[in-house]
């Protein structure tokens, strides 16, 4: 396993590894239409032009014998009463790999780089029915904040997305 800063041209295997890892992971949690319509060419769109408005240094990719497996994206953090930390946007692995590490590796090296920047705490969201994502997280050390609850909607139907801090020192 090999995991390097994605590139531009590495975008499209991003697309297709965070639509085949939300209709991988996510069935049963969100809308089944909403899944069918993900799209690989909206979503490409969306990684291009995240891509060439933001700074997208926190975009890792890891590679199975060359062949993309997942990837993490973390940076600034959003939410406003954590503006001294750092957000962890996404991780996703392609199911054929779980149970490998890879998620593990990708979430040690975005911990890295943010070490580097002399950052201790980082978060992510994440769907509170997201049973096996929550159970990862803590295994890396992740603390849920039960009590740190943000409403979304997806695909028309409401969900509940639950904070996971992570402390990098």
């Given at each position: 396993?090999?995991?390097?800063?994605?590139?531009?041209?590495?975008?499209?295997?991003?697309?297709?590894?965070?639509?085949n890892?939300?209709?991988?992971?996510c069935?049963?949690?969100?809308?089944q239409?909403?899944?069918?319509?993900?799209?690989?060419?909206?979503?490409?769109?969306?990684?291009?032009?995240?891509?060439?408005?933001?700074?997208?240094?926190?975009?890792?990719?890891?590679?199975?014998?060359?062949?993309?497996?997942?990837?993490?994206?973390?940076?600034?953090?959003?939410?406003?009463?954590?503006?001294?930390?750092?957000?962890?946007?996404?991780?996703?692995?392609l199911?054929?790999?779980?149970?490998?590490?890879?998620?593990?590796?990708?979430?040690?090296?975005?911990?890295?780089?943010?070490?580097?920047?002399?950052?201790?705490?980082?978060?992510?969201?994440?769907?509170?029915?997201?049973?096996?994502?929550?159970?990862?997280?803590q295994?890396?050390?992740?603390?849920?904040?039960?009590?740190?609850l943000?409403?979304?909607?997806?695909?028309?139907?409401p969900?509940?997305?639950?904070?996971?801090l992570?402390?990098?020192?």
């Amino acid at each position: 396993m090999q995991i390097i800063p994605a590139s531009y041209d590495d975008l499209p295997e991003v697309a297709q590894i965070h639509v085949n890892s939300w209709k991988q992971t996510c069935v049963g949690q969100v809308p089944q239409a909403h899944l069918d319509n993900l799209n690989l060419a909206s979503r490409l769109r969306a990684w291009q032009e995240q891509f060439a408005t933001r700074d997208v240094s926190g975009l890792l990719i890891a590679r199975v014998d060359n062949t993309a497996a997942g990837f993490v994206c973390f940076g600034p953090a959003r939410d406003r009463d954590r503006q001294d930390w750092r957000e962890i946007y996404a991780i996703y692995v392609l199911k054929e790999h779980w149970g490998r590490g890879i998620g593990y590796s990708l979430h040690n090296n975005a911990g890295a780089g943010l070490r580097e920047q002399r950052l201790s705490k980082a978060y992510l969201w994440v769907l509170d029915t997201n049973h096996l994502a929550i159970a990862a997280y803590q295994r890396w050390g992740g603390v849920v904040q039960a009590d740190r609850l943000k409403d979304d909607v997806i695909g028309g139907q409401p969900v509940k997305e639950v904070s996971v801090l992570f402390n990098l020192t």
